[in-house]
């Protein structure tokens, strides 16, 4: 019979302290639980391990070969048990996240470069993909989406408020053109289409009207899996395109792009941090998750 690897930690505890008493304390059990244990491992062993007196234990020959093998290793073992201890308490060690590509306040370089520094003791590894996955199969600690598409098992912390997809193109095409006045005439119009994947269909555009959602599918003359292409076209004059207002903010401040059906454009929950269990929350992510509250 293969002697208990708690055994072995119990024998090496007496035989660090070379007292039955001492190594229960260590443990938390009694003396007599210690004493017992030992004889189980000498027993299973076929051979004496200790020599017990009143006052005193020593190894015989056979205990200090036993305890010259199994002592470095069960040393290294409570190492690495502290160690893993310390990862519960202490914010550390590499964070992977997927992160859609038009989460656009998640990504920008001064929230994750404040977190990084705050934190650095933990490892940022962020894939920006829009393809839909099980993060915690792929091996992911979180991800960010929007809420529509999270599944509801997951815990959901809001990356910010509310957010809208808008319908753009740039002055020159506007002049160029009779701009449609609902959505059903975008069909007539050069557009500029988003697709998630090389293998993914063109994304169809979402609109409402009168508190009912409908979506239009236009017929891209131009479509791409790479957002700044895609506004660099619309200020380009290539057509109308449609996709998160935040990733057209910059060149709708600067007068570059102009909002087309903004009446059919309402505003919908935006971007969740996602994860898997409230339960054992890692330090890494929990240091994320405070970070993402106080940022906004």
Known sequence: MSPDVNALVVFALVAEERNFRAAGERLGVSRSAVSQTIR???????????????????????????????????ADMRAALDATQALRNRPRGQLRLAVSSIAERFLSGPFLAAFCSANPEIQLDVTVTDEEFD?????????????????EDMIAVPVAGEERQLAVCSPAYRDGVDLPSHPAELASHRCIGWRPSPKAAPYRWEFAENGREFRVEVAPEITTNDMALMVKLAVAGAGISFGMEESFRPALERGELIPVLEDYCPRFAGFYLYYPSRRNVAPKLRALIDHLRRWQ
């Open 40 to 74: 189980r491992l000498e027993e299973s062993l076929g051979i004496a391990l200790m020599q017990r007196t009143t006052r005193s234990v020593s190894l015989t020959e056979a205990g200090e070969r036993l305890f010259a093998e199994v002592g470095p290793a069960i």
């Open 135 to 151: 993060i915690v199969a792929e091996g992911y600690d979180a991800g960010v989406r929007l809420g529509e598409v999270i599944d």
